[in-house]
């Protein structure tokens, strides 16, 4: 995933996250389920093109990933309506001041599911918003650290040396 | 005249990002009254902060537990600093190091003996610990031994230590880390980044490394009393000024300055109007100029006790010397009295000295102005979440045109040659910290972060040329998602014109202290001493006031050193 969409989808996770709902969880499977050539089902690449667009039409009905982490590229279309992205047994309700879900966050297969996307005039109740992932859920973050590492350079004694260019004597 | 016809004055008067944003120059800022340190102690007299000591629980090895605390109106802060007992062979600044002489962290409130004891079993073990969102930084600072050992022995003795050696090395304790928001179980700016105390950057951290200041004086002089008994003497207050904070800064701090370019915009633009502003001035009052000439002398006693063995740095501080010759003589003619003398000054040191002499002066010219140019401080922060979106309806057309007015600097630049893309930045997995390695020599391309702006842009105009002009930008990206990254920042700086680097951050000569000095001088750090082309020392808060001295001692007015030093 290049560096700009790995931001997108940093910033799903996190915006889903400060609203109570579990982003790290839903990025975390489709990180590790879905298969990263299959673009076509990806939430992260269908939020972007939403929010590039600045459209949603004929996006929807649509087949993808964890649909839970379209829902903050949702955000901007509210306005002042409630935006309902519905898949399965589960509603998002989406006002341009926050979001709640009705029904499971995730997609319980991890398979692409048909998701929806409706107004109504049922006022959607934002959560508090958190700054932190609970740590009954820490699963996930463990998963996305591991993911996370894999951007990392092992250490060898060259780059050791040189690379965080320490001088000899650090103490005085 | 409103305030926004002066600001619009000011403005046509603004240095270029040309001139401005290139890392030479950069490499060449000194602190100035917008640097954060100095804010902070600004606000923290302005509004009549309280200071005290709850605990101070060292025992007879030296180990233990204290706290200072700083009591505001609506918020009151805790440091809470751990002694150790540090054998010599574990003391290091790298950031391999697992021990420390003393270990730190600002806690918000006023800690209980169950909050002390969670940060006991945490705190001392660094990275490997977790603290909690009552937390705002996390810190460690090792002794300078060799200055450490001769003021505990001298008060010991009943004696002073030796002012000389004092000014020399100019801190008892060095910091290794001062890690804030989010950094290991802390709280997130978020937490903390509306109260008002806070407003603008670094503000937690940097009243950290104050208190730890008064932490490092109180431990010297109680292992004086422990060794010297009835004795010992304490620190004279001459002594006690000159000593700051030292710290050790390395190339974790570097790619912030590339990372967070609508931040770097606010401080560098807050710096550049305050310079306009000043440069406005029609006619400087004799306590102005009586002001600015008492600190020109200042400021050069600060760099004659600037020493450092880096030969680039030892040269620059030679070259600084002698633009403070220069400036002297220039001073001596009557250039002050004449109209717009700042921004004849200023004229006149684009073409006769050299970065550093240039960039001193900038800060010395708003010493005077206070009145001016402090309301800026406030503006140096940025809300980076509210310019993350791209506009996918921008045309190639107008994203060419942005990169024409804003990156001409890369077509100076040979990429395809290896000297322009010598340097890959990583993070090592080690110790999941930035680094710099050498693209031809290891094997780090697959793990390249992306710091190298001008690069990408050039790749980005070659890609630009397939396509149409109308064509929108999110057709463009649809097929080249590898260009979304850059192509935010590109859209993110429309309005932050100090928010790029004019250079090519990944040319083999390029070097990482320049980016570490421009960083550090905004912090209000004195004294930069490179270790290596990507490593320094500095001292922080040397001459300022202690937390009790602050209600009645300006902490503007001991930016600099004392002229009866010398």
């Given amino acids: ?172 | 005249m409103t305030l926004s016809e002066q600001n619009q004055r000011s403005n046509s008067h603004m240095r270029s990002p040309d001139q401005v944003m290139r890392l030479k120059r950069m490499g060449s800022f000194h602190q100035s009254r917008l640097s954060f340190m100095r804010v902070l102690l600004r606000r923290l007299r302005e509004q009549n902060w309280r200071f005290d000591r709850p605990h101070f629980d060292i025992d007879d090895a030296g180990t233990g537990v204290a706290t200072y605390r700083a009591i505001g109106l609506e918020n009151t802060y805790t440091l809470v600093a751990f002694a150790h007992d540090l054998p010599d062979e574990k003391r290091s600044d790298r950031v391999i190091a697992d021990a420390w002489d003393a270990t730190f962290t600002l806690f918000d409130g006023e800690p209980s003996q169950d909050d002390i004891k969670r940060l006991a079993d945490n705190v001392p073990l660094q990275e490997a610990g977790r603290i909690s969102e009552k937390e705002f930084v996390l810190s460690r600072a090792n002794k300078s031994v060799r200055l450490f050992n001769h003021v505990l022995d001298s008060l010991a003795e009943g004696d002073q230590p030796d002012q000389i050696e004092i000014e020399k090395i100019g801190y008892l304790m060095r910091t290794t880390a001062v890690y804030g928001s989010g950094k290991f179980g802390a709280a997130d700016r978020n937490i903390w980044a509306e109260r008002p105390e806070f407003s603008g950057s670094f503000q937690p951290e940097l009243l950290s490394v104050w208190l730890i200041r008064s932490f490092a004086i109180d431990w010297v002089e109680h292992l004086a009393q422990l060794k010297g008994g009835n004795k010992a003497a304490k620190l004279n207050a001459k002594a006690k000024r000159s000593l700051g904070i030292g710290n050790s800064t390395g190339l974790g701090m570097a790619p912030f300055l590339i990372n967070h370019p609508t931040l770097i915009h606010s401080w560098i633009n807050a710096r550049e109007t305050a310079l306009a502003r000043v440069c406005d001035v029609a006619n400087a009052t004799a306590d102005e100029k009586r002001i600015f000439l008492n600190l020109v002398k200042r400021a050069n006693l600060n760099a004659e006790g600037w020493l450092t063995d880096h030969d680039h740095q030892a040269a620059k501080v030679r070259c600084l010397l002698k633009d403070f010759e220069k400036i002297h003589d220039k001073l001596d003619s009557s250039i002050l009295d004449e109209d717009y003398p700042w921004q004849k000054l200023i004229d006149w040191a684009e073409q006769e000295l050299g970065f550093e002499g240039q960039e001193q002066l900038v800060s010395l010219v708003l010493e005077p102005y206070g009145g001016l140019v402090d309301d800026l401080a406030p503006t140096m922060s940025s809300d980076e979440a509210s310019s993350f979106r791209i506009d996918g309806g921008m045309s190639v057309a107008a994203l060419k045109s942005e990169i024409s007015d804003r990156y001409g600097w890369i077509e100076d630049i040979d990429f395809d040659g290896k000297s322009a893309i010598a340097r890959v930045w990583y993070t090592s997995e080690e110790k999941l910290e930035p680094r710099l390695g050498e693209r031809f020599e290891e094997v780090l391309e697959p793990y390249e972060q992306p710091l190298s702006p001008g690069r990408d842009v050039k790749k980005l105009e070659l890609e630009l040329e397939n396509w149409g002009q109308d064509s929108s930008i999110a057709e463009f990206l649809l097929k080249h998602p590898e260009h979304r990254h850059i192509v935010r920042r590109i859209q993110r700086l429309k309005n932050c014109p100090y928010g790029e680097i004019y250079d090519n951050t990944i040319d083999e000569k390029m070097l990482p202290i320049d980016l570490l000095r421009c960083k550090l001088s905004f912090f209000g750090a004195t004294r930069f001493d490179p270790r290596s082309d990507r490593w320094v020392r500095i001292t922080m808060y040397q001459n300022a006031p202690y937390p009790d001295e602050l209600a009645e001692l300006d902490p503007d007015e001991c930016a600099y050193p004392e002229l009866d030093n010398a």
């Avoid at chain 1, 290049?2 to 709902?21: D, K, S, T, V, Y």
């Avoid at chain 1, 972007?48 to 949603?56: E, F």
């Avoid at chain 1, 590492?149 to 780059?159: G, L, N």
């Fill in chain 1, 1 to 172: 995933m290049p560096w700009g969409l790995a931001e997108e989808a940093g910033f799903a996770a996190e915006r889903l996250e400060a609203n109570g709902i579990c982003g790290a969880d839903a990025l975390a499977s489709y990180l590790q389920n879905a298969d990263p050539l299959d673009t076509a089902h990806s939430p992260v690449l269908l939020g972007t093109r939403l929010s590039d667009a600045n459209s949603t039409e004929n996006q929807f009905p649509a087949l993808i990933n964890e649909p839970i982490l379209i829902v903050p590229f949702l955000q901007d279309f509210a306005g002042d309506k409630t935006l309902v992205l519905s898949w399965g047994a589960t509603r998002a309700l989406i006002t341009a001041s926050g979001f709640s879900v009705e029904g499971p966050q995730l997609a319980a297969s991890g398979e692409p599911v048909t998701c929806e996307l409706s107004t109504t005039d049922k006022s959607g109740s934002g959560s508090d918003r958190t700054s932190r992932v609970p740590d009954e859920r820490s699963d996930a973050m463990r998963i996305l650290e591991d993911l996370a590492k894999k951007t990392y350079a092992p250490a060898t004694e060259e780059s050791r040396a040189k690379g965080a260019g320490a001088g000899l004597n650090d103490n005085d």
